[in-house]
């Protein structure tokens, strides 16, 4: 009787050790919500805008846009904070400028936005962001006032469509064009005059993940 009871002890200790083999306990990294970040540069293309504010048009010329993200995951895509920033090129007319107006000015951008999910291979990227476009850091020919040196808020829209590629299982590439709706301050606008702006960017980049699975 009792080597009948020894086997069979022997026997169930072997079976629960077989079972808790084929049973794979995440790692606390990839039980987390995948948390990655993102870099891109963009070729960027702006409308040019009248500013009320200081009686003066615009005339914004190409710039290079570098944007940079951090994204979390969710089970139907990702959700993120988004900066970018661009030196804009631009000639002012009216206001304080002068015949030969020549100088940059920096936009910044500040979004909230959602991702389409990532998925291995090749796949098509769907990208929605909410936020504050900025005018500001005026350098050039002109001496503007202190009113015109005050940043230019606008409500902003962005929408993004594009493709990727994973590279491995924590890396992928993206190329997206993004067009943006920015919706400006309506203060000074003479009639007619429209207070929105388009933007055209492409830009390139890669998506690193910290933490996490695709």
């Known amino acids: 009787m009792t080597t009948r009871t020894l086997a069979l002890a022997v026997a169930l200790l072997c079976a629960s050790r077989a079972g ?3 049973i794979k306990v995440p790692s606390l990294d990839e039980s987390r919500r995948p948390l990655s ?13 009248f500013d009320g504010q200081s009686g003066a048009q615009w005339y914004l010329g190409e710039a290079m846009q570098y944007r940079a993200a951090l994204e979390l995951g969710t089970k139907s895509g990702s959700l993120a904070l988004v900066g970018s920033v661009a ?3 631009i000639a002012r007319s009216g206001g304080s400028a002068t015949g ?8 910044r951008q ?3 936005a959602f991702r389409t999910p990532e998925t291995e291979g ?17 350098s050039g020919t002109d001496a503007l006032t202190a009113d015109e040196r005050k940043a230019r808020n606008a409500f902003t829209l962005v929408v993004g469509y594009g493709f990727g590629f994973t590279l491995g299982s924590r890396a992928a590439f993206n190329l997206v064009q993004d067009v943006s709706t920015l919706w400006g301050s309506s203060e000074g606008l003479p009639s007619g005059r429209s207070r ?6 492409t830009r390139v980049g890669v998506r690193v993940m910290l933490r996490g699975r695709r």
Request: hydrophobic share 45%; aromatic share 12%; net charge negative.
């Open 37 to 49: 970040v993102s870099v891109h540069a963009g070729f960027l293309q702006t409308q040019d805008r």
């Open 100 to 107: 030969f107006s020549d100088g940059t000015i920096q936009l």
């Open 87 to 89: 030196d804009v090129p």
């Open 122 to 138: 090749a796949h098509q990227i769907v990208d929605v962001g909410l936020g504050l476009s900025q005018w500001t850091a005026y």
């Open 196 to 201: 929105m702006v388009r933007q055209y960017t």
């Open 20 to 22: 808790a083999q084929l």
């Open 110 to 112: 500040y979004l909230a």
